[in-house]
């Protein structure tokens, strides 16, 4: 099967860029000395999953308990479920994983919740590990940053069912911020206090044995801190616009990562001579960034959604008119909402499809 | 199975508000001496299909084939495929469907494709029936009104294992035009020339049975043209904030059709005294409008997208403020690429599950 073959829209990853988009985050994380748990909610698939493991991962991060399911049945292990399971039905769940893949670990960031973990655990049976999620910025998830940080690592050791093994905190604010030195400043910043709550935490007798955070933008600022012991980066296996405009160290793009993720559409209508219509819209690409899917190597050509299933192509140079049934690739705006379109990704070497992997997580927000 | 029951986040329908919507737009169309082929393209559910047929619909029109595969093989009839079938490989599977279901009707807007569509179906001794797509304005696809309209219809016409059957016209642009009257204003003027394309094609001695377009928006409004043969709008059955807010013939909302569509989410985090965490971000609510989801009859909270996983509430009033583990409902944006998130939808009745519906051509955007 080859690039040719392939019905469209369809999700394509460049396994060349890819593979060394992986061996490059693993020889960072390894030359700084830091663990990386790369965050699974960015591919949701278990083949990509085992890939990063296979180069030294220590089991990837989850967004969500569903896609920690899926992962684990798939033999995934090392899992950090990294937003808060508080539904009854859901800490079932979560029980059922645990017993599953003892070494999943939970974040916690409510001592109401931590007690009817704790509680459920207890009747479980089973032990289960937990870090305390901080709020270092990002006004999302996590207890404010020191005492309270503290009172809650206290409830924590205080069920017998629960171990007591860190701190989370996830500076998503941080992640885009535009220029490096900025962006460094910006990361070292909502840093600070995390690093500050794992001293007095320590200073208060609990050992703190991981402290989990960092993203694609700042994976070579964040191993500045030595506190911090996991970076728990994403999207720099596959890359997307949104990240390479943030700029790198070295210049004005993030060049460390090659953008190997890509979605191929066909020219389905060429109705005038400045437009080309192609089969993929809102339901192709994500729509939450303010700019749009860019043509690869393809000049002379624009692209705007034009509604669920349209893509609408300005032709800007006409010596270079799409014609009927051509197939171009576009990168997307975001990758982790545009993988959680698709049920599979064709895995290419070169125009070869080398293999299909299923996204078995895809759509597993529960 | 009861809506506490649910795992989030979810897609609710409310089943009350789904049959009122689905038997008025069949009445409607039925006064109006119209037929009624609703866009599948909203539900992507097989389910939802038979039910608007069993009220009276012709059957469903669908945005791409990978839709109309999915709806024949649920035993759905009546199919209008809306977007061209361009790629060799597609034509092929074109081919098929039509041998499995021969009153499939499929879009044409270029004479290169019509040649290669009458080539394929005399070789598999079939006979597909087309309509000229004709582009109203929209600026997508379509063969350009009146003459070029023409042209095709014959070139439709002197391929014998092809049926010209009428025309197309979606006047997609004038959908949300905000307000009646201008909305009015928009869509006569849009489907004008459709209508003098209609008797231009007419008068050449070709019959043209169908002629098909209309939308949501446009559901009071395109009845008035007598040359229109059919409707194809789609959100009414569920609803969506963008189509409420448009303005009906009575008033600033259209209120004819009824917000049967809720995504359920969970609050998982309560950090501080003016905010509240759900589980449902960019992945659970379609994000191309420039609003976000609404709570449904939940005062006090406004809901901002927080990332892949995650919405923010500002809690507007303390005295309301969520518990953790509360579960809200709101309205989507969007209802098509929301549904499109999701792998089933519950059909409640109150409270209670009736049914939960696969939403089987879910992802079939090929």
């Known amino acids: 099967m080859t690039r040719d073959d392939i019905p469209t829209p369809a999700l394509l990853l460049d396994l060349d860029r890819f593979e060394r988009n992986v061996r490059r985050m693993a020889a960072h994380a390894r030359a700084a000395g830091k663990n990386l748990r790369p965050h699974a909610k960015t591919h949701r698939c278990p083949e990509i999953a085992r890939r990063q493991i296979n180069e ?3 089991g990837v991060a989850c967004a969500k308990l569903g896609e920690a399911e899926v992962m684990a049945r798939a033999g995934v292990r090392g899992l950090l479920v990294t937003t808060e399971v508080v539904a009854p039905a859901a800490i079932r769940r979560l029980m059922r994983l645990v017993s599953a893949v003892p ?28 870090l305390v999620d901080i709020d ?16 809650l690592a206290r409830a924590v050791v205080a069920q017998p069912a629960l171990r007591f093994r860190g701190l989370q905190g996830y500076a998503g604010h941080c992640a885009h911020v535009m220029g490096w030195e900025a962006r460094r400043e910006a990361s070292r910043g ?8 794992r001293t007095l935490i320590e200073y208060a007798g609990l050992p703190v044995e991981i402290v989990a955070g960092g993203s694609t933008g700042t994976w070579d600022i964040d191993v500045e801190l030595p506190g911090l012991t996991e970076l728990q980066a994403g999207s720099y296996c596959v890359m997307d616009i949104d990240y390479r405009r943030i700029g790198g160290r070295a210049g004005a793009t993030l060049t460390e990562f090659e953008m190997a993720l890509t979605v191929i559409a066909t020219v389905v209508s060429v109705p005038t001579a400045d437009r080309a219509m192609v089969d993929g819209g ?14 690869v190597e393809r000049p ?23 014609k009927l049934g051509e197939r171009i690739e576009f990168f997307p705006p975001h990758c982790d909402p545009t993988i959680n379109l698709y ?11 080398e293999a299909v992997w299923e996204i078995a997580a895809r759509g597993r927000s529960d």
């Open 56 to 58: 030294g991962a220590l």
């Open 136 to 151: 270092v910025g990002g006004r999302r998830t996590g207890m404010a940053p020191g005492d309270p940080a503290l009172a």
């Open 343 to 353: 049920d599979r990704i064709y895995a290419m070497r070169g125009d070869k499809v």
């Open 190 to 197: 909502a840093m600070a206090p995390l690093m500050e709550t």
């Open 103 to 130: 070494d999943t670990l939970v974040v916690v960031d409510n001592a109401e919740n931590v007690a009817e973990l704790g509680r459920e655990a207890a009747s479980d049976g089973v032990t289960v590990d937990v």
């Open 300 to 322: 002379g050509i624009e692209y705007a959604f034009a509604g669920d299933e349209h893509g609408r192509l300005t032709i800007t140079d006409r010596s270079r008119a799409p």
């Open 282 to 295: 809102l339901k192709a690409f994500s729509t939450d960034k303010p700019f749009p899917p860019e043509s």
